[in-house]
């Protein structure tokens, strides 16, 4: 079955760029959504179909894909990103099933 | 505006059946185009998609948990509901419901409730 794997963790100084990683094979064939959660609260979207920002999500958050890789960027990075992430795809490859990320723990130093 | 909020029963015995419900506020489950969706973590862990459902009941489940899950709607009260039957203690998470948005089968998950623990438990 499809594996999206994530790095366990991410530091990042503030005011740095912090780039989280979700791998699968040929992961660019999907489209990837990516989501911020904060302890004790729901996820919420943050990036949609690979690089688009719903309303409201600072620009500071962007995402690519392409290749084996998918990654959200977060610029100029706050202390109020620190948050776990998660990438999500829709496997369609045999039954059609929603399909997270391992997530991603963001460390603002 | 759109809300979500999860009900039920936050202790579940091992071996029975899990019910919870989503009602659903500021959109109409039958009148709008989206699936409704359930999806839960672990304790500490990772998210886990359940399955979702449209207003006329057709459903996608995880194929990891299909063959104990059911979801149904109820247009009616604007809710829909989880059933996770023979629960063990690794069914233990909190429970979240969502709204599917975007192509069809290549959903993401634009508004979620607020999440109600479950504890399986004797």
């Known amino acids: 079955s499809y594996v999206l794997t994530q790095p366990p963790s991410v530091s990042v100084a503030p005011g740095k760029t912090a780039r989280i990683t979700c791998g699968g094979s040929n992961i660019g064939s999907y489209s990837v959504h990516w989501y911020q959660q904060r302890p004790g609260q729901a996820p919420v979207l943050v990036i949609y179909y690979d690089s688009n920002r719903p309303s409201g999500i600072p620009e500071r958050f962007s995402g690519s894909n392409s290749g084996n890789t998918a990654t959200l960027t977060i610029s100029r990075v706050e202390a109020g990103d620190e948050a776990d992430y998660y990438c999500q795809v829709w496997d369609s490859s045999s039954d059609h099933r929603g399909l997270f990320g391992t997530g991603t723990k963001v460390t603002v130093l | 505006q759109l809300q979500l909020q999860e009900s039920g029963p936050g202790l579940v015995k091992p071996s029975e059946t899990l019910s919870l419900t989503c009602t659903v506020s500021g959109d109409s489950i039958s009148g709008s185009s989206h699936y409704w969706g359930w999806i839960r973590q672990s304790p500490g862990k990772g998210l886990e998609w359940i399955g979702s459902i449209y207003y006329s009941g057709t459903t996608y489940y995880n194929p990891s948990l299909k063959s104990r899950v059911i979801i149904s709607v109820d247009t009616s009260k604007n809710q829909f509901s989880l059933r996770l039957s023979s629960v063990t203690a690794a069914d233990t998470a909190v429970y979240f419901c969502?709204?599917?948005?975007?192509?069809?089968?290549?959903?993401?998950?634009?508004?979620w409730g607020r999440g109600t623990l479950v504890t399986v438990s004797s």
């Open positions: 969502a709204r599917n948005y975007g192509d069809y089968v290549n959903w993401y998950f634009d508004l």
